[in-house]
């Protein structure tokens, strides 16, 4: 067997095997025995036999079928990994064979550095799933690990960067139901503690990425006393009998880019403290050494929060009270007592910015002074502490799903429920907050790819409030050369000219108006212009600037919009409404239509009078359009840049996108983009 040296990078840091190491690849079966010595021919028949035999750099693939097994895992940088196309299952059913005082089905410990467990279905612990002890840099990805007595899972003492990522962990914490009658309390009465679906204390860094947690009976995630530094990203947290998010006692986490809700599973009741995220201080952690003040630092942006007892509560008491909590834009809505509660003296130069928040059962807020609020949608009027100088008005955020927040099943989001109408009052409403929050979603995120987190410039200028706006490709002005004007119905050419063709010459101090010194009566209700655009567009929408200065004569109040591909059949209007009585521009926006004309017709003017005016018109479409490199014209060498940058897996960041391949900004360029390409190309030759 050749000898070799064995290196890791994990996270930055560099893990090397001592020389002279062995890597080698075992076998696990059911139908195995563990006489053999491990081969795909002839595999073990136990993963705590495969165990017994490792050395570091070892690999073993356990074949399908089920394991009625608990074992430990003592051994640095092994991995145990499902054989490709099969699924094995873990199950703790037969408690003869538990092991430690909590009954460690999966039992992590001991310095087993870089340990790595990959697609596996760990279930029916007769206490903890997995557990992961005095050990770091440990994997847990593409695993499910369910129905345990106890915890799921459980980091704790010293296990530092730790990563779960695309795990399903549910229906855990089962003795909350089975024995304490639905207390936690009780349980503490039996020493047990509060077990909850994942559980972790005195540790740093972990990352929890793309995995769902849910219908645990008892706690979500419960980032305890001593944890550091976690970050909790696009993940799915719903249906836990109490708190989704707990983190109690401890620091610097980043919540980020999750969907949490409450079910029917959690019933999540005032009585039974059902919340969505909660950061507070246990008053038992006082003399546990953790220096003051033990809740600081946690930034809290782009989460999804409904249908709970409180959305986000910040709690603690004086001598270890939450400070500098950062809480931007989320959407928090349909919360049965409070959208957002801070007790009394806490939440000390904390900050909220650009948060919708939609209560239309209980109190909107319940907060103290002393905290930064700036730039939230709420419902309906605040408390003066919560009042923000640059807070929109005061009413509903004008979301996608305007009804059943408050009777949700679980799985039943995916994320485009809390995307913003084309009308909502959150759009160009929030505050410029930096780079840093202004990011794309993960392009393997749980998301949607027509949802996207923050402005990005697509549905105007400025950032939006809330965490997410629909996106897909951006929705722009297109370049108004080339456009001809075919038809307008009146124009006045008499005392002053006010040609059609004014309103889209990209100069807003000149206007189209019908007509006035001409005719007697002027010409009535309806008016309409028609435009060529000079080639097909997915048009999304448009922007209309009314006349400036002093006089409002012709200012157009209800209006419809039409798109097709030639004038002979306009079909229905596109989009309809009334305009504000007020000189800035409009923008509607709509799903995308393909199309070459379009036709503004203005039924009404905000007066009453019979004119139409209008100082700029643009129309809106998806963009970019398939010319990457900008020459003017789509051909083989934007395909060869497409090419280059093909199947680049993640790699495509803002600004640059993979040098523009990158079409709907997913992170890779892929099967999609290469489409939307080839469309382009071929509209252009039409």
Not at 378 to 392: H, L
Request: aromatic content about 12%.
């Amino acid at each position: 067997m050749k000898k070799r040296l064995v290196f890791a990078i994990v996270a930055g840091v560099m893990w090397i095997s001592p020389p002279g190491v062995s890597a080698v690849d075992y076998y696990v079966a059911t139908n195995g025995n563990n006489g053999n010595p491990g081969t795909l021919a002839q595999p073990w028949e136990t993963l705590k036999y495969a165990e017994s035999e490792l050395s570091d750099g070892d690999v073993v693939y356990v074949r399908g079928g089920t394991y009625y097994e608990y074992f430990k895992i003592d051994v640095p940088n092994v991995t145990f990994q499902n054989y490709p196309g099969e699924t094995p299952i873990i199950d703790g059913s037969l408690r003869e064979n538990a092991i430690g005082t909590y009954h460690n089905m999966v039992y992590i410990d001991d310095g087993a550095n870089y340990v790595t467990l990959d697609g596996f279905i760990m279930q029916n612990s007769a206490g903890r799933g997995v557990y992961i002890g005095h050990s770091k840099y440990v994997t847990i990805k593409n695993c499910t690990i369910a129905h345990s007595e106890r915890e799921g899972l459980v980091i704790i003492y010293e296990s530092d960067n730790t990563l779960i990522e695309d795990c399903d962990i549910h229906h855990n914490a089962k003795q909350v139901f089975l024995y304490c009658g639905g207390s936690g309390g009780t349980c503490r009465n039996l020493g047990w503690g509060d077990p909850a679906n994942v559980a972790s204390k005195y540790s740093d860094s972990p990352i929890f990425r793309r995995t769902k947690i849910y219908d645990s009976y008892n706690e979500g995630i419960n980032l305890d006393v001593g944890m550091t530094n976690a970050i909790i990203e696009y993940c799915e947290i719903y249906g836990n009998y109490k708190t989704q998010l707990y983190l109690v006692s401890s620091t610097d986490h980043t919540i980020r880019y999750n969907l949490i809700y409450g079910t029917d599973f959690s019933d999540a009741s005032p009585t039974l403290g059902g919340g969505g995220i909660e950061i507070n201080h246990e008053s038992q952690w006082v003399d546990a050494g953790v220096p003051n003040p033990l809740i600081t630092n946690h930034q809290i942006y782009g989460n999804l929060i409904a249908n709970f007892n409180t959305g986000i509560r910040i709690g603690g008491n004086s001598d270890r009270s939450s400070q500098n909590v950062y809480v931007y834009n989320n959407t928090i809505i349909y919360n049965e007592y409070y959208g957002i509660s801070i007790a009394s003296g806490v939440g000390q130069n904390s900050v909220f910015k650009n948060n919708i928040i939609w209560n239309p059962l209980g109190q909107i807020a319940n907060v103290p002074g002393g905290i930064t609020w700036d730039n939230n949608l709420w419902s309906r009027t605040p408390d003066a502490d919560a009042q923000g100088s640059n807070d929109p008005a005061y009413t509903i955020p004008q979301l996608a799903k305007t009804t059943g927040w408050d009777n949700l099943t679980g799985g039943e989001l995916d994320g485009s429920e809390f995307v913003l109408q084309s009308g909502s009052p959150a759009i160009n409403t929030g505050a410029n907050l930096g780079s840093s929050y202004n990011q794309g979603l993960n392009p393997a995120s749980i998301w949607p790819d027509n949802v996207s987190t923050l402005d990005q410039n697509n549905c105007g200028t400025g950032w939006e409030i809330g965490a997410y706006v629909f996106t897909g490709i951006a929705c722009l002005p297109i370049d108004q050369t080339g456009w001809e004007l075919l038809y307008v119905d009146s124009e006045e050419m008499g005392t002053v000219d006010r040609p059609a063709t004014d309103s889209f010459d990209g100069d807003p101090d000149t206007i189209w108006h019908t007509e006035w010194s001409l005719t007697d009566p002027d010409p009535a209700h309806p008016h309409e212009i028609q435009i060529d655009l000079g080639g097909f567009y997915d048009i999304c929408g448009f922007r209309q600037l009314p006349r400036q200065g002093e006089y409002p004569n012709g200012m157009i109040k209800d209006y419809e919009f039409y798109v097709s591909n030639n004038t002979d059949d306009w079909g229905t209007a596109t989009a309809s409404g009334t305009f504000a009585n007020d000189k800035t521009e409009k923008q509607v926006t709509f799903d995308r239509v393909l199309g070459r004309c379009v036709r503004l017709v203005a039924l009404s003017e905000v007066n009453g009078n019979p004119w139409t005016s209008m100082a700029e018109f643009n129309v809106l479409a998806v963009q970019p359009d398939s010319d990457i490199n900008n020459d003017g014209t789509v051909n083989l060498e934007d395909f060869a840049v497409l090419s280059v940058w093909w199947d680049d897996n993640g790699g495509c960041v803002e600004p640059g996108w993979c040098g523009g391949a990158d079409f709907n900004m997913s992170g890779t360029v892929d099967m999609s983009d290469l489409t939307y390409f080839v469309e382009n190309w071929l509209r252009q030759t039409d």
